[in-house]
């Protein structure tokens, strides 16, 4: 029976993993599960954000369900005992490479996007993130200058095959989906980007049935914004990634809708809801569950294979909101669990 590692992590990270969990049990594919503290929690349960024991489980299991790091009570802390590092330090040790981000507008959601309705529905993108590179893995630091002031440096790099994995993702992810990738990058200044746009441009000639475009980032946050529509897959190094991805849902209605999942070379991933820990409404039942629902569905399709359970969880969600069910960042009134409830009797 596939195992799947459930660390639920700090502040509303626990209660959206207990109603994705829910579905998953709604559907009796006969998975087990094994949870184990990570970020915050984990610190305070053990002196580190990511125990010997924690990463063990991952390691062990056909999947993980993450839920959040993130703990104001750990802002003093070290750099390497910060929640945050938890996150890290599973992408590095598990080879997690790959960061894939659909954003899709929900018909009945367009009034909970901050675009025009027209705009705001045409979105259904996916934004293929590079995990392990960049300025969030590369040479760091605090140093004095010469004149005796203090300068932070973080150093962003990629080699090319870094680039020439996530490429192939991308191209493979437009492929899958309506033939289009836009590479954004920052080659007009940077260098590290100049090689990026390089070997994404010689990826190309193995998919001639791709059509390949470029943008700088900026100029894509704004596309963004101005003709979401344009896009079908955007691949982009971490930083850019990072920044563009929460763009996104928040074009596409709520940073509580979108999924992400995190994979290694093989399909094995980590499935986590791009928002973060949201300390200020956790233990109130306010958080939107979906997103780690969805990221659930993504587990069963990349991770294990099962396509039509995913499609099940999908099309649960979808008749839920169809429905009316909203929680408060949709501009509706359900709890958490109310919200699960209702895509468990979808489901049915």
Known sequence: MPLIAILPGDGIGPEVTAEARRVLDALDLGLTFEEAPVGGAAYFDSGHPLPPATLNLAKRADAILFGAVGDPRCDALERH????????????????FANLRPATLFPGLEDASALRPEVAGAIDMVIVRELNGDVYFGEKGMRTTASGRREGYDVMSYNEDEVVRIAKVGFETARARRGKLCSVDKAN?????????????????????????????????????????QFDVIVTGNLFGDILSDQASMCAGSIGMLPSASLDGSGKGLYEPIHGSAPDIAGQGKANPCATIFSAAMLLRYSLGL???????????????????????????????AMGDAVVRALA
């Open 81 to 96: 005992l910060r929640p945050e590092q938890a996150i890290l330090g599973l992408r590095k040790e598990l080879g997690l």
């Open 189 to 229: 200044v940077l260098e590290t980007s100049q090689l990026w746009r390089d070997v994404v441009i010689e990826v190309a000639a193995d998919y001639p049935d791709i059509e390949l475009s470029h943008m700088y980032v900026d100029n894509a946050a704004m596309q963004l914004v101005r003709n979401p529509g």
């Open 307 to 337: 396509a039509e359970a995913a499609d099940r969880i999908e099309a649960a969600v979808t008749a839920a909101l169809t429905g009316g069910a909203r929680t408060a960042d949709l501009g509706g009134t359900l709890s958490t669990q």
